[in-house]
């Protein structure tokens, strides 16, 4: 396929980054958790007196490096650009948006949506958020099984290890959650459809 322009993958760096963290926005204001690295820095921030984006960058480092070792420069440098968008979008996205009420249903449904498709947003433009996005891709590569249900499964994996942190209601909202951002994955992100090459 014809590649990205510069510019087109700026723009879509800056655009699938917002979407996530506008996601993941959603998820923590009804305390719910996610799946990934995402999810394990939620968890952290709800215990740590440490910021859901400081933790999220710092626990994706090592993934970034994987990223440049097996998909080269280019997508390692946009994976990380990505990431640190994220965390400071999710950072500082209360400054500009508060909820007065909130129906937690509605935040998992959106919250996922979200997180879907703007991670649909930087896989298209040879970038992702690290983490097992990282490892969801190499075996898509490897195997040709598409990221969602891959994703899907290490994501529900993660939530249900909450257990002992939260109720068992939003756990079942969370994983809710990464139901709808991996079926949006599925359907949307398949090998034999749309197909980016990371090497530079």
């Not at 723009?11 to 995402?38: K, N, P």
């Not at 709800?46 to 400081?54: E, M, N, R, W």
């Not at 969801?136 to 994703?151: A, M, R, V």
Request: net charge positive; with cysteine.
């Amino acid at each position: 396929m014809e590649k990205h322009t510069k510019k087109e993958d700026g723009i879509a760096l800056l655009v699938g980054s917002f979407l996530v963290a506008l996601g993941v926005f959603f998820l923590s204001s009804a305390h719910l958790l996610t799946g990934g690295t995402a999810g394990l820095a939620l968890l952290l921030s709800q215990i740590s007196v440490l910021s859901f984006g400081t933790l999220y960058f710092f626990i994706n480092l090592p993934f970034y490096a994987l990223a440049w070792l097996r998909f080269g420069r280019y997508f390692a440098i946009n994976s990380l650009i990505s990431g640190a968008l994220v965390s400071i979008f999710a950072d500082n996205l209360h400054y500009l948006i508060q909820f007065n009420s909130i129906n937690n249903i509605f935040c998992a449904v959106a919250g996922g949506l979200l997180i879907g498709i703007g991670m649909l947003i930087l896989f298209r433009h040879r970038s992702s958020l690290g983490g097992f996005n990282v490892m969801c891709l190499l075996i898509q590569d490897k195997t040709g099984i598409s990221i969602g249900k891959t994703q899907l499964i290490l994501d529900c994996s993660i939530v249900l290890t909450s257990f002992f942190f939260v109720s068992g209601w939003i756990i079942a909202l969370s994983i809710l959650g990464a139901i709808v951002m991996n079926i949006t994955l599925a359907m949307n992100h398949k090998p034999t459809r749309y197909t980016v090459k990371y090497q530079s």
